[in-house]
């Protein structure tokens, strides 16, 4: 994954095995919110900004992405394994107009339409099968880890004339397993996932205290999913260590601006 400047000043990432696809992982530079927790670049209502500040960040984030802002679809995330499929009536829905629906992931294959995945922790996952021309992006904290939610996209993917062996997954910037502390009421959510056992570990220093790496646990359901190793990029950056660059929930306990991850063919 690499960092990108655009020439508006935005700060993002992106990954080279979605290109072309037109992508990035928003990060806290370059937006125009000037609260001490939102700057600069929130991308959600409800933290603070007001609604003008919002849009002007959508907009400056989607002219670095070139995308249209208008296109994006980014609905309220409840921590479901809800995917839709988006068709052109939901253009906007989020950030323009409320249709009413929550969701935390998911696909298209109109070319006119960007999907997008707000995030401060938990981990988005923007996924291509650049032949088929399918996309999807997922939203999954631990509770969509633990309901598989990136398996529900890929397989609404493959409906819709995509292939596992085709798909390439970008894994963005999310809390690492250093600063991700768990219970066991977690744990037990987890534990039948694959490689669970390889990717949450006990805490040396607190009793039934584990830590997880959800960016990891995901790379291993998509494996499972048929998606190659080889095609899944996933980015080594935790939100929590890097509390200049990133919005973190965890770090701030909930005082945060959010990101935006946005993918569009
Ligand atoms: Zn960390």
Redesign the pocket.
Same mark, same amino acid.
């Given at each position: 994954m690499e960092k990108c400047i655009a020439e508006n000043g935005v700060v993002f990432y992106r990954s080279e095995k979605l290109s072309p696809v037109r992508h990035g992982f928003s990060t806290r530079l370059g937006g125009i919110s000037t609260l001490d927790h939102t700057a600069a670049m929130n991308l959600a209502f409800g933290r603070g900004d007001d609604g003008r500040t919002v849009i002007g960040n959508l907009e400056l984030f989607c002219s670095a992405l070139k995308i249209n802002p208008r296109t994006v679809v980014s609905l309220p995330q409840v921590h479901s394994n809800n995917v839709l499929y988006v068709k052109e009536p939901l253009r906007g829905g989020g950030y323009f107009s409320d249709p009413g629906i929550c969701c935390d992931g998911y696909v298209t294959d109109r070319k006119n339409i960007a999907l997008g995945v707000k995030i401060a922790d938990c981990v988005p996952i923007l996924l291509s099968d650049n032949e088929a021309g399918v996309i999807a992006a997922i939203h999954a904290g631990w509770r969509g880890t633990a309901l598989q939610i990136v398996a529900r996209g890929v397989k609404m993917m493959c409906e819709i004339g995509a292939a596992p062996h085709r798909i390439a997954a970008a894994i963005g910037p999310a809390?690492?397993q &250093?600063?991700y502390e768990i219970g066991e009421e977690v744990v037990e959510q987890l534990t039948g996932l694959p490689s669970a056992d390889q990717y949450i570990s006990p805490s040396k220093t607190a009793q039934n205290k584990y830590y997880a790496d959800l960016k990891a646990l995901n790379r291993a359901i998509l494996m499972r999913m048929g998606v190659p190793s080889d095609n899944i990029d996933i980015s080594p950056l935790?939100t929590? &260590?890097l509390s200049d660059l990133f919005h973190s929930h965890r770090k701030t306990g909930g005082v945060r601006g959010t990101m935006l991850a946005v993918i569009s063919l």
């Open positions: 809390i690492g &250093c600063c935790c929590a &260590c």
